[in-house]
């Protein structure tokens, strides 16, 4: 389990004992490094690898505007370092597929309590992963998968 690079951050000092402490009852206190970090400072260790996250996703309008900020950047910064790794992001803001200007993989349909969620999958290719236009939209249908 030491030998697996994990690598896990988040902006707010005070996520990270919350999180060691999730980390302790999984009985993975050992296995990852967690930092205070922003996650557009965050750059990658290996040539590939996979990003899992759930990023902020809110409900009221000031909420929804800073999203709708935070989301493209997501995009450019995946764009700009993560070529070869895979982003997953778990979101109850189904917006993000949009605005983050990738080709998303997969979209798998899951929920946080009540509120329905998706699990989107977006591979980094060198050169090929922006998004010129919106694809067919399937979020209606709770589709799947993308491709
Ligand atoms: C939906 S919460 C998820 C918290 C935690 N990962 C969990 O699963 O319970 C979103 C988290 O994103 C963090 N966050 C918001 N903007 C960020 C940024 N630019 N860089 C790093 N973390 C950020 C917030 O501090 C918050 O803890």
Redesign the pocket.
């Known amino acids: 389990m030491r030998n697996l690079a994990i690598k896990g951050?988040?902006?707010?000092r005070n996520?990270l004992p919350v999180a060691r402490a999730n980390l302790q009852r999984a009985g993975l206190a050992d296995a990852i490094e967690l930092q205070a970090?922003?996650?557009?400072q965050a750059r990658p260790f290996a040539d590939s690898g996979f990003i899992v996250t759930?990023?902020?996703?809110g409900v009221r309008m000031d909420e929804q505007d800073a999203l709708a900020e935070?989301y493209p950047q997501l995009g450019d910064w995946l764009k700009a370092h993560f070529a070869g790794w895979t982003a997953h992001f778990f979101t109850g803001d189904l917006r993000l597929s949009d605005l983050i200007h990738l080709s998303v993989k997969r979209r798998t349909p899951l929920f946080n309590g009540s509120l329905p969620c998706r699990l989107f999958a977006i591979p980094m290719v060198a050169g090929s992963a922006r998004r010129e236009k919106p694809a067919a939209d399937d979020e209606a249908n709770g589709v799947a998968d993308a491709e």
């Open positions: 951050s988040d902006r707010a996520m970090q922003d996650v557009l759930n990023p902020p996703y935070l």
